[in-house]
């Protein structure tokens, strides 16, 4: 017997095999890098995952994403081979044959209607070499102005009022191990501890040392329980908040008047501003109380070191740049910043939203994020690319405008790498309409997603686990991404998918690199001088845990804070925004009563085409629901864990209603993670921001009805009980 055993487990020896990967999670800002060991036992596999430990900013830790991240790259749905749309079906082709086609296509509507009838939109998961070689294949391979991102989905108003008012946009302008000495810390419109649950140790940190925590949400949230004030604001009124608490932080004499004499410009005409507003119509057109505003300034304004983190809460707006510029208002007249424990931070979102955001992916931007309408940039940008700079194009339209370019039959051809418009997209029946109107629509993915359905043709794409590269995390640090498992054969980088790409588009010489490294070290040169400048930071560095740009030489240490000494405009001088008339939202009427505003769920990320695909993450959250005050319900004649139609002038949706007391009684909440008609973007609002042409994410009017088949049916239940 014991032979036999024996017999058996050498078999199995010679058969089981391990390989250990290293590598980082594809999902949100922080990057967490991990080690994923899989086993092959006879002919099964089986996978573990263990957080690295000497991460300096996850510190070893990983959430559920993270943990089940695998699952989606195995998911036997990954597309493995491209596919071409004929009558309807899917075909397998060649490698060859699919980017012979797109350079017929391309070639023959350029030819006929000029080079912008192409359109390039990327992603903030696309490594830092993807999002530059993007940037660089719209405006070199095929000369096109039209390239633009899900990035301006994202970060775009947060990016644009850091700009405006420091002269550079890095998400977080300190190191995350600052935070435990914060003593104020203000949370507007962030949700991190579902967001990004790795983070949630610094602020912990902080509470034991004695901080006191503010947050602004219309929700409850697993983050709100954390903090010792929430401040239930209406959706879409945080602008008006912001200046009521430096109305406050003015009137009780909070402010730092060296700092804000030698390091700023604009208060006088600020304050003067601020003298002529109420209080109390703050507080009655906020739907809170006004001692709650003068409670969060004081606390804010009386601690020695503070911080403010705002997110898509309060950055999603039709006037999210001048929202967050007024936050910024608060940070400069209190002088807290360019200290430590003193700083501000826009939570950064995509795994690589800071340096998709760097390198040249959004319309009007060049590498080192350099402007494409300026004349010095560009003649950089072009010398580096051995390019002439008259042959660059200007500056293209924001990624919703694009569509809209569609639409208008402009832009006729759309090459997608790294999105998924027609679920992530603010009123996305229009977006289906539109793509459907294009002449070819070529989408790089993994997945079918609903976008990709739409195509004519389909790239397949690697995922992080078998993709090398750069990302940039929400702190500013430039991260080595390992890729160590093999990917499927016929499978290609996206950075490969592009050289190709331009090979057959006969620019093979402007696109000729062996791997990622060289192309990053192209990078650094094109970023060098720039405001993001990563001249310093090389492959050898990067892999040493990481380094935070700004870094312009080799030897240099990084720039971990910012703005110690001065800021980076032009006279070192931080700007404070004087206010302009704030754009008017959506009218709320009759028709459309209530506030609807959207988000996240712990479990999915953004339209869900990955996480729906890992088993255990989508066993825990298999569909869409409305958060719904109960009083409110009872208004509308729903009733919990029901089906439920939201409805506003541009389409509707069917989810489950949820209860709860947690959110406030005119505000209703779904999240985003679902697509067809389960897609609460078919309902959202496409109205933009007029600087950064970010789409109100978070405030549309919409009611809410209870699904007439399921109320016929309930009421039929009850007649046949009473008969
Ligand atoms: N689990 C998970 N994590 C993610 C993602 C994901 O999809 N799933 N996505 C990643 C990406 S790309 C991003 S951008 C980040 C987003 O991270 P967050 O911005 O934190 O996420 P959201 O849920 O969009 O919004 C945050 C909070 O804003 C509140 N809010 C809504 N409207 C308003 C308003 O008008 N004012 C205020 N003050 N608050 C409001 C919502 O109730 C919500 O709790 O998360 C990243 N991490
Ligand atoms: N209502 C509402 N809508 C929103 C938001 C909201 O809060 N409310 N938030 C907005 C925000 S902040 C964001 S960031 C956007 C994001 O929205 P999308 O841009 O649509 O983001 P994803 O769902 O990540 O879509 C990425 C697609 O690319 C694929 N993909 C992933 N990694 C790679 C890669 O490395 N290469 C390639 N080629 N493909 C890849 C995925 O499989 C997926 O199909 O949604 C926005 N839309
Ligand atoms: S989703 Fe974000 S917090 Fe979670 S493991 Fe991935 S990177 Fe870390
Ligand atoms: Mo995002």
Known sequence: MSDLIQYFREKQMKQSSEQVMKGRCPYCSMQCSMELIEEHIIERKRFKVKPNKQDP????????????????????????????????????????????????????????YGHHSIGVYGGGSLTNEEAYLLGKFARV????????????????????AANATFGIDRGMTNGLTEIQDAKCIILAGTNIAECQPTIMPYFRKAKKNGAFIIAIDPRETATTKMTDLHIKVKPGTDANLAMGLLKVLVDERYCDETFIAE??????????????????????????????????????????????????????????YETVRHFLNIVLATGKIGRHACGYGAITGQGNGQGGREHGQKADQLPGYR?????????????????????????????????????????????????????????AIFVEKALEKLNFLVVVDMFVSETARMADLILPTTSYLEDEGTMTNLEGRVVYRHAERKAPKEVKHDWEI??????????????????????????RKASKGGIAD?????????????????????????????????????????????NKKLKEKEKITEEFPLILTTGRLMEHYLTGVQTRRSQELFERSKQPYVEIHPETAKDYGIEDDMLVRIESKRGSVLVKSKFTDRIRRDT????????????????????L????????????????????????????????VVI
């Not at 990624?399 to 051809?413: G, S």
């Not at 209703?668 to 109205?687: E, K, S």
């Open 57 to 112: 900013t996850s510190e070893g830790r990983l959430c559920i994403k993270g943990l089940q991240a695998h699952q989606h790259a195995i998911n036997t749905e990954r597309v493995k081979y491209p596919l071409l749309k004929i009558d309807g079906e899917w075909v397998r082709i060649s490698w060859e044959l699919a980017l012979e086609m797109i350079a017929e296509k391309f070639s023959s509507l350029q030819q006929e």
């Open 141 to 160: 391979g095929l000369q096109t102005k039209y390239i633009d991102y899900n990035g301006r989905f994202c970060m775009s108003a947060a990016a644009s």
């Open 263 to 320: 390091r700023t410009k604009n208060f006088d005409e600020v304050k003067q501003q601020i003298s002529s507003i109420s209080l109390t119509e703050i507080a009655n057109h906020c739907g809170i109380s006004k001692e709650e505003i003068m409670e969060a300034a004081r606390q804010y304004g009386k601690a020695e070191t503070g911080m403010i983190f705002t997110a898509r809460g309060v950055e999603q707006h039709t006037n999210g």
């Open 371 to 427: 402007s494409i309408e300026n004349d010095e940039d560009r003649k950089y940008v072009a010398s580096v690319w051995e390019v002439d700079e008259a042959d660059l194009p200007r500056k293209g339209v924001s990624a919703y405008e694009l569509i809209e370019k569609i639409d208008e039959e402009e832009v006729k051809a759309l090459f997608l790498m790294g999105s998924n418009p027609v679920v992530s997209s603010p009123n």
């Open 498 to 523: 592009l050289c190709e790409l331009a090979k057959v588009l006969g620019k093979e010489e402007k696109f000729n690199y062996q791997n990622v490294e060289e192309i990053f070290n192209e990078l």
């Open 534 to 578: 990563y001249y310093g930071i090389t492959y050898e560095r990067v892999k040493d845990g990481g380094v935070f740009w700004p870094c312009p030489k080799e030897g240099h240490p990084g720039t971990t804070r910012l703005f110690e000494k001065s800021f980076h405009t032009k006279d070192g001088l931080a700007e404070f925004n004087v």
């Open 668 to 687: 209703l909440f779904v999240p985003f993670h679902w697509g067809d008609f389960q897609c609460i973007n078919r309902v959202t609002n496409p109205a």
């Open 689 to 720: 921001d007029p600087v950064c042409r970010m789409p109100e994410f978070k405030v549309s009017y919409v009611n809410i009805n209870p699904n007439q088949l399921i109320k016929a049916k309930i009421e039929a239940d009850k007649q046949s």
